[in-house]
């Protein structure tokens, strides 16, 4: 079965502290690969597509990676303006796109 | 500036009604798709269409309906079979094979 899951569900990190989400599927023939961010009330805000294993993508302070069966977001030396929930999603056949729940990221002054 | 427009932001209806969710695109994308966020799941695809006056059904289609009269535009009605209907209702664009979604602010429905 095709599927997409996140962890963890939230993450509590004080300004400055670096961690990093994970998305990990289980779909047949990958075409890309997505990050949203999404403040609350709003819709999710593209950030990167990453299309193979190996490749990288970086804006400030986010990078995000693939491999074969996961992807990771690094947030690197955060700040309060990047608490969100962050979304991955999967494309696996033309134009269906599957979602994981999101991390719900909270940094701390 | 292109994007999504989805009106209105928040939306209440009582049970019985039907209710029309409005999406209209200025970005020239061929694809516009329907999603339904609830608390704690990931985004279910309700309809989606290709092309204009083609439009097929997502996972969880039961107790909606749309229609794509026009490129521009992609209206959900969300009607009285729907056992559920309280939910975020986002509407998303793409261009092409490969290219990622693009999303409107959505629409909050409530119905009591």
């Known amino acids: 079965e095709d599927q997409v899951t996140q962890s963890p569900e939230a993450l509590r990190l004080q300004e400055g502290e670096s961690s990093s989400l994970n998305c990990s599927y289980t779909?047949?023939?990958?075409?890309?690969l997505f990050w949203y961010r999404q403040d609350p009330g709003k819709g999710p805000e593209f950030l990167f597509t990453l299309y193979s294993a190996g490749e990288e993508k970086e804006k400030e302070r986010l990078k995000a990676t693939l491999t074969k069966k996961e992807s990771f977001l690094h947030i690197t030396a955060p700040k309060p303006e990047d608490s969100a929930t962050y979304l991955c999603?999967?494309?696996?056949?033309?134009?269906?796109?599957?979602f994981g729940s999101g991390t719900k990221l909270n940094v701390k002054p | 500036d292109g994007g999504i427009t989805q009106s209105p932001k928040y939306l209440f209806r009582k049970e019985g009604q039907n209710v029309t969710l409005s999406c209209e695109q200025n970005l020239n994308h061929d694809a516009m798709y329907w999603y339904r966020q609830d608390p704690g799941q990931g985004l279910r695809l309700i309809y989606y269409s290709q092309i204009v006056n083609d439009f097929q059904k997502g996972d969880i289609a039961e107790g909606y309906s749309v229609s794509r009269e026009k490129k521009e535009s992609f209206p959900l009605t969300v009607t009285s079979a729907q056992k559920n209907p309280t939910a975020f209702y986002l509407c998303a664009s793409s261009d092409r094979i490969d290219s990622p979604l693009h999303f409107g602010n959505g629409t909050r429905l409530t119905v009591t």
């Open positions: 999603a999967v494309q696996a056949n033309f134009n269906k796109f599957y």
């Open positions: 779909v047949s023939g990958l075409r890309g």
